[in-house]
Nanobody, 127 residues
Framework: QVHLVESGGGSVQPGGSLTLSCTAS????????MGWHRQAPGKERELVAV???????KYSSAVKGRFTISRNTAANTWSLQMNSLKPEDTARYFC?????????????????????WGPGEQVTVNS
């Protein structure tokens, strides 16, 4: 199965910075729509940022201008640079991606897509 693992979480003071990284491993043909979601206690999981293979990015209004997502598809990694962190950014952050597995049936190769999620990394912003 495909495994996604986050790293880089921790505690930081307001106005500080952190960088989260995600690495995908396992057997798959390609990866796309590499993103980050977050979930605070008592809240639903929400999209933070996403980047596709072409490099097109999308951010939630809450983080736009402060966070930057980047990716290295060849290495199956992507990162979230978080600047000017606020207490309301405190949450567990999850990386996710659409992965494609190629199923071979004789000479046929059939792509199958699914989404994979990491276990999450805690980010805490306070004084």
């Amino acid at each position: 199965q495909v495994h996604l693992v986050e790293s880089g979480g921790g505690s930081v003071q307001p106005g500080g910075s952190l960088t989260l990284s995600c690495t995908a491993s396992g057997k798959f043909a390609s990866i796309d729509d590499m993103g980050w979601h977050r979930q605070a206690p008592g809240k639903e999981r929400e999209l933070v940022a996403v980047v596709n293979r072409a490099g097109t990015t999308k951010y939630s209004s809450a983080v736009k201008g402060r966070f930057t997502i980047s990716r290295n598809t060849a290495a199956n990694t992507w990162s979230l640079q978080m600047n000017s962190l606020k207490p309301e950014d405190t949450a567990r952050y999850f990386c996710n991606a659409k992965v494609t597995v190629t199923v071979e049936l004789g000479r046929q190769k059939i792509p199958q897509d699914f989404h994979s999620w990491g276990p999450g990394e805690q980010v805490t912003v306070n004084s």
